[in-house]
Structure formats: C-alpha cells, structure tokens
C-alpha cells in the first residue's frame, strides 16, 4: 500500500516511500499534486531512508511546496548569481535576499521595492487572480515595515481581435481576459487605498493561452524601522494574523511551476486565492503600528506555500528551528486536513515573530483593528521544524533539508540568429502614422488607467497621463512625493517582447535601455530596478537559453550603468501546448527626483525649438514599423551601458542648464510616433526628417526635447560626446513633415490613439 491511513482521530496518512519503486514515486508525485519530478522524489526517498521512517501528507507536500520553482528558483538562481546579482551600490541596505529590496531615500527614509508575477493564476480566474497578485506585493512591502505607496501592472495578453472560433480548446479570449485583469486590480488597489500609477500593456499572439500580469509595489519606511523577513531570538513566538485559512489557494506553487493544458481551467481552480481587500487594508495599518511601537522581531507575509514555508523560511534565514500548534490557525471552514491547512495560500495572512512579553500588546493592536490573531508556534534553538495537530506531532524535519532545496544548472541552447533587414520605404506615411497611433501597443490605455484611483493618498506628482484636461497624451514616468520633503520618485515599467522574441539578448537590453529613457525624461535620477522574468519550460534548452541570454543582457547593462538590481522574480512554465510566451524579461525602474518642482513632462508646450537626441540607425528588429508593414528584419537595436550612462548623465545635467518643456523617450513606432504623442496635448509642431529610417527606426538611446535655445541645447550635448541635431520647433496644430509631405491635425492623431483599445472594449 503506497497511503497508510495513521492512527491518529483525524485525516493523516503515511506515504510508503520507503518501499515505493520508480514507477510508484511518479505515481505518488502525480497523485498529491506534488510536480516534483522522479530525481526530486529518489531524494526525497534517501532522505526518509537516513531518518528511518517514511513521511507523512503533511511533510512531502511541505516539502513539494518549497521545492517548486516558484518558491526556490531551482532553475534560474544558477544563472542570476552568475550573471545579475552583487551590483555594488552604497545606498543599498538590502537586495534579493528578503521579500523586497530596501534603498536608501534620504537621510531619515528608505524606500521598498518588490515585484512579482500572478500569471497562471490570472490565466485560469483573471479577475481573482490578478486581485491576489495586487494583494500579495502589497504583503511584501509590508513585511519590511513600510507603508506601500504606489502600484504598477505591466500586463500581456493575446490579440484582441483573435476570433473566437480560433481560440484553442480552454483558452479564454484575450479580451474577456483583459476586462478581468484590470477590474481585478482595479478593485483591489482602489479598495486598499493604494495608487496604481504606472504598468503597461502589451498584446501578442504569444500570450493568448498563457496571458502575464505582473505586478509591482514601492512603499517607504524610517530606516530605523525596517523590519527583516526572519525570526527574532529563541523563545519568541510566532503570531499569525489576518484573513482565515481556507482550503483556496491550495496547491498554488506546484500549480504556477507547471505547464498550462487544456484541463487546468477545471483541474487547478482551487489554487487561485481569494483575496479580501477590505481586510488588507486594517491589517496593514495594524502591522505598522506594531512596527512604530518595536513590538516585534521579525514579520513575514504568507505568500507561496502558505505557512509550510513562512516559518521555515523565517526560521532558517535567523539560523533557529520552529515548533508549531496546527490546530491553533483559525479555518474558513470545518473538516480541513491537517496538510491542507498547513500548504493553503488563503490571502490577507501575516506571520509575526514576538518576544513573549510582547504577545498581549501585539495582540490588542490586532483585536482593535479587528484582525485576527493566534499564537501558533515559538522559536527553537535547533535547525528542526516540528508540527503538532491536537497533541499528536505530525512533521518533524531538517529545515535545511526542506528550505535549500534544489538547484539546477539546466542544460541550454542559444538559438543562431541571421541578422538581415529587408525594409524599404513605403508611400503612405500619413495613413501608416494613424496605423501606428491606433495599435493596442502604442494606443491610449487611457480605458484603463482611469478605472484606477492613481491619485489617492494624494502623493502622486505626475500622473500616468499628462497635458492638458481631457486631451492628455501618454507619459513616460510616474512621479510620486513619498514624504514631506520636495523629493520624489519616478517609476517606470518596460519590455519590448518582439525584440527579445527576435533576439533575447538585444532585446532584454533595449529594455533596459528604455527603462533609463523614460526615468531620464522626467528629470530623475535612475537610482535602482526589479525585474520580473517571464519564460516558458525552464526544462526545454531552447526556452532556457531564452532565459539565459535575457539574464547576461539584464547583468551586462546593469553593471555597466551601475545600477542595482535590488529585486525580483522568475515564472517559467508559462507555456502551453499551443506556444511558449514571447522572453518577457520585464523591467520596474526607479529614479530619485531632487525637486519634484523641476519635472518634465512629455507633450509640447508651444514654446521652443525640438532637438532629436541620440544616433538613429536602420535598426528594425521587433519594430512597429515592420509589424503594421509586414516587411521582415532581425536587427535589434544595439545599445551599451557605457553609452546610455553617458548620455543620460549627461541629460540629466542639461537640464539643470537649459529650460526644458518638455522631454519623451522614442520606443515602439519611433520618431514618429514618439513626435504623434507630444502633439496630442494639443501643441503641433514642425519638424524635418530625413527619410523613413528616420521617422520609424527604434534605435535605442534616444530623446525628443522641446527646449529654449536649441543650438546651444545641441552645442552643449554635443561638446560632451552626445549626438544631437535640432529638427523643427513646436508650434500651431498639426504634425507637420514638409520634407515627407506629412500634416496631420493633432485632433486626428488624438482620434486615432485614443480609439485603438475602446474599439474592442466599448
């Protein structure tokens, strides 16, 4: 018999592993909902064989859960430390080793940063699934002691005008997904209270049975009061509070560190969270009052794994052990096994380590604001965790064992890619501008943003859309004023999947490229980033050397520019039998604004002359260019750290020389389109361009600037080694090309970006 029901007056069973040949550990692994392969589960087996017993539920599920890729990285922390982590950046207090990075802001504050990924959750339940991934990166800033700030949401879906009948078997269509998603996060974020000011949407044909939405928060914190992701001293005791433990969630892990398939949409229901944002949202303002009153000695939110791994975790990072009292947690509903109870991903759920004579007050806090909390467990000074369950003990492992996991160097295969590019101009610059305008990639999210409250707690400076009242235009960064001082943050999310798609490296480097663009544009300093990295079958050598040139890239342009990398997160299996995702390694920067007063913002005032910064090359890989032309190149734009650090230091400092009116970086559809944004505020401008590389091409490193004093803008830029050229000036109420024969009144290229996404949602 492989389950051997224990004698104990509840459900529990031991797991012959011990006896169990090959065949019957797959069996095993597949029947518990375990996805540990057969090596993970022949380690498993030699580990309870050195103990002498076999396991119980409890522990092997305990033990899938923190050895999935979700919870331990096994396929990708090889490949970071190699090539990502340990950017040397003074102001740096703590990076990639908690739940959030944690940079220094000014003398008194520091700033939190996190961000993550609800992909399969989202893909199977959108609008639960994209609610809880709101809920969960809010937790992560807040067990660093911090009040969460501001939101971001960079977003990935299918093509909205897929047809119905086309969609493969199980797969909801983008649009139904779409809607989901942004009411998700809209309801929670609006609900909480906490601002979305800046994400980004993206639409191919790669997502459209394994759409992406990640999501990022940034919260601020005293210095003295952060709070580390670990247990205190031996002796303290473990209090959770929050939302009930429920059988949702369950499975959550195992579930994200595997393949879609046409079954998941039945099978996997149940590991979707439910969240509960009108619980977040005291349960935040009781932590951080326990954290003013220095109430505690360490917190750490339940997340992947629910309390299977938080205690261990916390215990293990303080280099202690852990008892706890199962039958303590307080439950949604009756007749939950003891292992449902201990791997459920219920939401809402905080974990808190008190030094006993603090437990009373602590638990006062949580009463008044109406949150429950329980005393579950205490500190140990050995390296062991031990459950109990109604006076039985149920689980008695090496933390070790459970929490360090595995590791693979997976085999990986970069693909040879012919660099060739086939554009030629075509002859309807006028119509393919509109084109541009009106495709879901560079289109108004306007439909969107304005279902979040971007403003609430009133600390957001600039907005996601800029300009003038109803006829604002796209912006490159929003800028929020964390505390009573003039100074601010920027944040910015960016990706370009068709060129990482193209070539991953130049792609994840163009991204980063663009990533310091949009910081620059706004007159802030880039000070640090997160990435959230999106794959396919880590198990497949063409997906991982996908993943692999995207991680050297990110590496290469971020020790370059000396710019730490301070957080993050890797989903792979992002995949279904239908395709892979496009390589989404997507980007969160962060920029420090001396004086939020000094901003820039990106449409044109009417009041200077218009400066092309930076070189232009035929560079169409993974252009809008090629998509709306169907014409063919695989030249993704080149860029180099030394390069973007030289021209945005030196930007940076032209600002403070010059009058600057307005600033936007060139991206998708190029000068063109970058031209198109900054008249839709209502100034046109005129301008000359050479010929069509010029007005389409997406090379990197580049800036239009609206600027008093033009040629001395230019002379200023140039003498310190940047490319420059004066093109037009701003002025009436059209873009104009004379040397193209292009006019487009502004009112047009408004109608236009404005009508590329509510075309499909009303």
């Known amino acids: 018999m492989l389950y051997i029901k224990a004698d104990v007056p509840f459900e529990l069973y031991e797991i012959n592993i011990l006896k169990a040949n090959d065949e019957e550990l797959t069996k095993i692994s597949r029947e518990l909902g375990l996805a540990l392969n057969l090596e993970e589960m022949k380690k498993i087996k030699n580990y309870f064989e050195r103990i002498g017993r076999n396991p119980y539920d409890i522990e092997l599920q305990s033990i899938a859960q923190a050895w999935s890729e979700h919870c331990c990285y096994k396929s990708s922390k090889c490949y970071l430390r190699e090539y990502l982590f340990n950017i040397d950046a003074d102001y740096v207090i703590s990076a990639i ?22 992909n399969h959750p989202s893909a199977i339940e959108p609008y639960g699934g994209a609610a809880t991934g709101v809920g969960g990166i809010l937790r992560d800033v807040l067990c660093m002691g911090a009040q969460p700030v501001a939101l971001v949401d960079p977003l990935f879906f299918g093509d909205l005008d897929t047809e119905y009948e086309k969609l493969p078997k199980g797969t909801k269509h983008p649009l139904y997904l779409l809607s989901g998603v942004v009411s998700g996060i809209r309801d929670y ?3 909480v209270g906490i601002p979305t000011v800046a994400g980004m949407v993206f639409f191919d044909e790669s997502y459209l049975t394994n759409c992406l939405v ?10 003295d009061k952060i709070i580390h992701s670990k247990a205190g001293n031996v002796g303290d005791l473990f209090i959770l509070a929050g939302g009930l433990t429920g059988r949702d969630g369950i499975h959550g892990v195992t579930f994200a560190s595997a393949e879609l398939n046409e079954e998941s949409e039945e099978e996997s229901r149940s590991a979707v969270q439910l969240g509960n944002p009108i619980i977040k949202e005291p349960l935040i303002h009781a932590c951080l009052e326990i954290v003013e009153k220095n109430l505690l000695t360490g917190m750490k939110d339940l997340g992947g794994g629910g309390l299977s791994c938080v205690i261990g975790e916390m215990a293990l990072s303080a280099g202690f052990g852990a008892e706890v009292w199962l039958d303590k947690v307080p439950l949604k509903e009756k007749g939950m096994a003891p292992w449902e109870i201990w791997i459920s991903e219920s939401q809402e759920r905080m974990m808190l380590t008190v030094n006993p004579k603090h437990v009373d007050e602590v638990l006062y806090i949580f009463n008044k604001w109406d949150i429950p909390a329980v005393v579950v467990g205490r500190v140990t000074s050995d390296k062991k965790l031990r459950v109990y369950y109604k006076g039985y003990k149920i689980y008695d492992l090496d933390i070790d064992f459970v929490v360090k996991a595995v590791e693979y160097c997976r085999e990986y295969k970069v693909k040879d890619i012919v660099e060739k590019d086939e554009t030629t101009p075509i002859h309807y610059f006028e119509n393919l501008i509109l084109k541009m305008l009106e495709h879901p990639n560079v289109a108004s999210r306007e439909w969107i943003i304005r279902q979040y409250d971007h403003q609430v707690r009133a600390s957001t400076v600039l907005t996601p859309l800029q300009g003038m009242a109803n006829e604002e235009t796209h912006g490159d960064a929003a800028v929020i004023r964390p505390t009573n001082s003039w100074k601010g943050l920027a944040l910015t999310t960016d ?3 068709w060129m990482c798609k193209i070539n991953p490296f130049w792609g994840t480097a163009s991204s980063f490229d663009e990533m310091i663009r949009n910081l620059v544009s706004v007159n802030s300093k880039p000070h640090s980033f997160a990435d959230c990295l999106n794959f396919g079958n880590p ?4 997906r991982m050397g996908e993943f692999v040139e995207c991680v050297k890239a990110l590496g290469w342009m971020a020790k370059g520019f000396k710019l730490p990398c301070v957080s993050g997160n890797v989903s792979f299996y992002n995949e279904t039998p239908y395709s892979a995702v496009a390589p989404t390694p997507t980007l969160m920067g962060i920029g420090i604004v001396e004086d939020v007063r000094e901003l820039v913002t990106s449409h ?16 169409f890989g993974g252009s809008l260019y090629c998509r709306i032309t169907k014409q063919e190149s695989t030249i993704v734009p080149k860029t180099s750290p030394e390069k973007l650090k030289k021209y ?3 930007m940076l400092s032209a600002f403070k020389q010059f009058r600057i009116y307005a600033c936007h970086d060139l991206s998708e559809g190029g000068l063109a389109v970058t031209l198109s944004e900054m008249c839709i505020s209502g100034i046109g401008c005129k301008v000359r361009v050479k010929d069509y590389v010029e007005l389409f091409s997406e090379s990197n490193t580049r800036w239009v600037v609206e600027v008093s004093g033009g040629e001395e803008f230019v002379n200023y830029l140039k003498e310190r080694g940047v490319e420059a050229k004066l093109i037009g000036e701003s002025c009436d109420d ?14 047009k290229l408004r109608e236009s970006w404005r009508r590329g996404i509510t075309k499909y949602t009303g």
């Open 214 to 223: 990640n999501v990022g928060c940034i919260g601020i914190v005293k210095k």
């Open 97 to 118: 080793k908690e739940d959030a990075g944690v940079v220094s802001f000014d003398e008194e504050y520091a700033y939190v940063v996190a961000m993550e990924s609800h």
């Open 495 to 497: 990706v370009n999947p």
């Open 539 to 542: 198990e497949k050598p063409d």
């Open 734 to 747: 059209s873009l104009k090309i004379d040397s193209l024969k292009i006019e487009i009144h502004v009112d």
């Open 648 to 650: 945005a230091e030196t």
């Open 189 to 191: 974020g609006n609900r």
């Open 604 to 619: 044109f005032k009417g009041k200077g002359d218009i400066v092309l910064v930076g070189e232009t090359k035929k560079e």
